[in-house]
């Protein structure tokens, strides 16, 4: 079975301390990504990585940086926390080629006060 | 627009009744097709993929129409557990990026 863990499931924090969220994969998946997901608007891709060192920018970034050093490990970075990124935060990974299903870990409530 | 586009619902089914929805897709391109099922504050499951011919997994039954560029998903024989929001995913590039759909919410009723 597919697995994937994020560093913690619930997080509260203040405006502008610097976040760290984690996530790791267990079935060797090349490619990794970083959403965020609020009411009415859906999942919407941060970052994601199609292999280690690589990052590509999703559609909202702004506000946000990654690191992938190992294949198994993605992390997400608010630099200085603010008030609007109070979200669910979703990992997940996939392979690169034949399938591409997306497997989620299961996520991190972060409330910025 | 939306890439991939939803009625957001809710449908309220009766337990055992039948129940179908699409969604749209705007980009032509498009690649892969996916069914993610997502329970209330948990994380999104694949559900199942979406073959052009279409295809059946137990009560559930996706179709690809592609020359209209929408997915339909029918849930035969609802159980409560069926209860949850559908997401509808679409692949757009080589790399494997997915597009997702807001969602579908469904609600099956004693």
């Known amino acids: 079975d597919v697995k994937v863990t994020q560093s913690s499931r619930y997080l509260v924090k203040r405006t502008g301390e610097k976040v760290f969220l984690e996530c790791v994969q267990d079935m060797d998946h090349e490619n990794m990504f970083w959403y965020r997901q609020d009411p009415g608007l859906g999942l919407r891709l941060i970052y994601f990585?199609?292999?280690?060192?690589?990052?590509e920018k999703g559609d909202i970034p702004e506000g946000y940086s990654v690191s992938r050093e190992k294949k198994e490990r993605f992390s997400l970075i608010l630099e200085s926390a603010s008030t609007n990124q109070t979200s669910m935060y979703l990992c997940?990974?996939?392979?690169?080629?034949?399938?591409?299903?997306?497997?989620f870990g299961p996520g991190t409530r972060l409330t910025v006060t | 627009r939306k890439e991939v586009e939803q009625d957001p619902g809710p449908f309220n089914v009766p337990e055992g009744a039948t129940v179908a929805f699409n969604c749209t897709y705007s980009n032509s391109a498009s690649q892969s097709f996916f069914w993610y099922r997502q329970d209330c504050r948990k994380e999104p499951k694949l559900l199942m993929s979406?073959?052009?011919s279409g295809n059946e997994d137990g009560r559930f039954t996706a179709q690809l129409n592609r020359a209209s560029q929408y997915i339909s998903l029918l849930i035969r024989d609802s159980k409560l557990s069926d209860s949850a929001t559908y997401l509808c995913?679409?692949?757009?590039?080589?790399?494997?990026?997915?597009?997702f759909g807001a969602g579908t919410q469904v609600v099956v009723t004693p």
């Open positions: 990585s199609y292999d280690v060192k690589m990052k």
């Open positions: 979406v073959y052009s």
């Open positions: 995913v679409v692949r757009t590039d080589s790399w494997g990026k997915l597009q």
């Open positions: 997940a990974s996939s392979f690169r080629t034949n399938s591409y299903e997306q497997y």
